[in-house]
């Protein structure tokens, strides 16, 4: 029996995927607002960027869903007793990537520590060795089969990815095929040259990939430690996937917060001026004047002590580390919003002396109406190409602000946590150095992906640069 648990970063995150769905239904019926989108898909660079984020995505909403277990039954037990370890569903599928615990480093696919330790052998003498590992290549009787265990591993890998690719291939062609009208052959033949109008080979080749990722992960990390075990034993691995949410929260909640105070504050400041543009002007540039890492620490070191002060706010240890991050989303949401604003009172400042706005304002159409039908439509593509850019730029602020202490908390896991734990690492002989390049290769694709599709998004919703 579980108990569903709703983490405050839970409901926000599906309420932003709801907020999304409808503004793509929306979007269906708004030509100049498909038009746009439909430019993007065309774009190889974009069409695979976007299947890099969907992975993302996915893996992050699997971790937003948080439940606890019951524990056992004990004898005259009248309520049923939940276990204090709050779980997700990412948890359950990772499965024994996050129970196989190992007693210290391990590098990755390794099958013994990667320190020596000492043992008393049977004739009473003590020699230093590198112990087996509990459950990397535990199965394996002999170690030096390793390489060949690891190749056969692969191969099946890379047949399970094949065949999942095969069949979304074969199910594209079979439903543009039906939506075109034409033969499924020539469809299919049509999508492997790739004649198609949206670059549908493209996305198959990314998705061949990720699928190949997958299933070498899936087949490998049930018998070895794929990316080797941190000071304590617990799997890189492991670390590095339940750290994409992390990351994805920071850059998309932090939106929420920023968004009402750019797009409305902006907008009055260039459409009223006079003396609502001289508050809001003194209000952006005193906040700039602070600087935003002291900012963010005074915040986070103040929501630190009141956590301290009412331990009985929080059930779980995930609620209190919930609330950290959540708190961390508010201020940085808070001290990134200035940019934007400045940005929309210079194209409001400009869009106020048009023809069409001056018409309404002749013909007595009132300034809410004015705002909202006339100004905030076109200063839309402004918001999403500010949107979609700085979401990388939020996602290495994370690691940035956990890397000086200031960040999420200690408990949660994160890309910014996991750097900052390769400090000492790094400098230990023998070094550890793959926490460090685990994490940063998760977030440098992350990155990078987002960038990429920004441009893409810029490209095809800028006026200046629309073709």
């Not at 990772?94 to 190992?102: A, D, I, K, Y």
């Not at 535990?138 to 399970?160: N, T």
Request: net charge positive; hydrophobic share 55%.
């Amino acid at each position: 029996m579980i108990q569903p648990v709703i983490l405050w970063t839970d409901a926000l995150v599906f309420l932003l995927v709801v907020v999304v769905l409808v503004f793509a239904l929306y979007a269906r019926n708004k030509e100049h607002l498909r038009a746009p989108w439909r430019q993007v898909v065309r774009s190889r660079m974009a069409v695979a960027s976007l299947v890099v984020l969907s992975a993302y995505t996915v893996t992050g909403l699997l971790d937003s869903i948080h439940f606890r277990t019951a524990l056992p039954e004990t004898a005259g037990q009248r309520e049923i007793q939940y276990s204090g370890e709050v779980l997700s569903v990412l948890d359950t599928l990772l499965g024994p990537v996050r129970t196989q615990v190992e007693k210290s480093y391990s590098a990755p696919f390794a099958t013994h520590l990667y320190t020596r330790e000492s043992v008393t052998t049977g004739e009473g003498e003590t020699v230093r060795i590198f112990p087996r590992l509990q459950f990397g290549g535990a199965h394996l009787a002999d170690p030096a089969h390793k390489g060949a265990d690891i190749a056969a591993r692969s191969a099946i890998a890379a047949a399970q990815a094949v065949s999942a690719t095969a069949a979304l291939y074969l199910l594209a062609g079979v439903m543009l095929a039906r939506r075109r009208r034409r033969p499924l052959f020539a469809m299919l033949g049509q999508l492997a040259r790739g004649e198609t109008e949206i670059p549908w080979r493209t996305a198959l080749l990314a998705v061949l990939l990720i699928a190949l990722l997958v299933a070498l992960l899936a087949n490998l990390s049930a018998a070895y430690h794929v990316l080797g075990t941190d000071k304590v034993g617990q799997d890189v691995l492991y670390q590095s996937i339940k750290s994409i949410r992390t990351g994805l929260v920071i850059g998309t909640l932090t939106t929420l917060v920023m968004l009402p105070f750019a797009v409305f504050l902006g907008m009055m400041a260039g459409y009223f001026r006079g003396w609502v543009d001289d508050v809001i002007q003194y209000l952006y540039t005193t906040l700039n004047s602070i600087p935003g890492v002291l900012l963010i620490a005074a915040a986070v070191l103040m929501m630190q002590v009141y956590m301290a002060n009412h331990p009985e706010l929080f059930e779980t240890m995930a609620e209190r580390a919930d609330l950290r991050l959540l708190f961390l989303c508010l201020i940085l949401g808070v001290t990134s919003w200035t940019g934007l604003c400045r940005l929309l009172r210079g194209e409001t400042l400009k869009l106020r002396e048009l023809d069409y706005v001056q018409a309404a304002t002749a013909f007595g159409v009132s300034r809410a109406t004015i705002l909202v039908r006339h100004l905030l439509p076109n200063l839309l593509h402004l918001v999403l190409i500010a949107v979609v850019i700085d979401f990388s730029g939020l996602v290495l602020a994370e690691a940035v602000l956990s890397y000086v202490g200031v960040g999420v908390d200690p408990t949660t896991l994160s890309w910014g946590n996991m750097i900052n734990g390769a400090r000492l690492e790094m400098a230990r002989e023998p070094m550890v150095w793959w926490s460090l390049l685990a994490a940063f290769t998760f977030m440098f694709t992350l990155v990078l992906a987002a960038n990429l599709f920004s441009d893409a998004v810029r490209d095809a919703f800028d006026p200046r640069l629309r073709r």
